[in-house]
T-cell receptor
Framework: DSGVTQTPKHLITATGQRVTLRCSPRSGDLSVYWYQQSLDQGLQFLIQYYNGEERAKGNILERFSAQQFPDLHSELNLSSLELGDSALYFC????????????FGEGSWLTVV | DQQVKQNSPSLSVQEGRISILNCDYTNSMFDYFLWYKKYPAEGPTFLISISSIKDKNEDGRFTVFLNKSAKHLSLHIVPSQPGDSAVYFCAASRTDSWGKLQFGAGTQVVVTP
């Protein structure tokens, strides 16, 4: 158990819909990261939040957005869903200082039909 | 643009022998490298890391070697155990953007009795 909690574990939704994935970081970790793992793209960094502020952006689509709340939990919002958005979405957390272990949650499986 | 490459999608090794996993990177700005292990339906689990100021880091059965001039790193697992059967991901980061990991495609390791 990494201490990073993600919900829901599985989600099936239709194209065009919107979903929200939730993440609770490890206790004490101020930094939260979102990653997407798809069959054709592998594990890709989407976005990072640190203590409520966006810190870094990766290959995140404009249809996707995220936020980190005062209690440090984070949500990833995916809208206007397409079939190609079907993937495993991971949340990770760490202390922000370089070299500290980045812990991953178990992921949220999203299937768009 | 795949900046981290794991060219061997799979590796089969006998229990008790050495497993050697390879990883190449193209971006010379990367200064921190990590290995993660992943079981099906679980998130990646941190194994071992190495800073670019070192050429070797050891932790129990796991040793990571870094050859900066060749932009190559390898993970040695000695001795291999059945529980080591998993997908292993190489990842790279810059310490000034900690957490923004670039992952390789992964290598499936199967340890046979």
């Amino acid at each position: 158990d990494s201490g990073v909690t993600q919900t829901p574990k599985h989600l099936i939704t239709a194209t065009g819909q919107r979903v929200t994935l939730r993440c609770s970081p490890r206790s004490g970790d101020l930094s939260v990261y979102w990653y997407q793992q798809s069959l054709d793209q592998g594990l890709q960094f989407l976005i990072q939040y640190y203590n409520g502020e966006e810190r870094a952006k990766g290959n995140i689509l404009e249809r996707f957005s995220a936020q980190q709340f005062p209690d440090l939990h984070s949500e990833l919002n995916l809208s206007s869903l397409e079939l190609g958005d079907s993937a495993l979405y991971f949340c990770a957390s760490s202390v922000v200082a370089a070299g500290n272990t980045i812990y991953f949650g178990e992921g949220s499986w999203l299937t768009v039909v | 643009d795949q900046q981290v490459k794991q060219n061997s999608p799979s590796l089969s090794v006998q229990e008790g022998r050495i497993s050697i996993l390879n990883c190449d990177y193209t971006n010379s700005m990367f200064d921190y490298f990590l290995w993660y292990k992943k079981y099906p339906a679980e998130g990646p689990t941190f194994l071992i890391s190495i800073s670019s100021i070192k050429d070797k880091n050891e932790d129990g059965r796991f040793t990571v070697f870094l050859n900066k001039s060749a932009k190559h790193l390898s993970l040695h697992i000695v001795p291999s155990q059945p529980g080591d059967s998993a997908v292993y991901f190489c990842a790279a980061s810059r310490t000034d953007s900690w957490g923004k990991l670039q992952f390789g495609a992964g290598t499936q390791v199967v340890v046979t009795p």
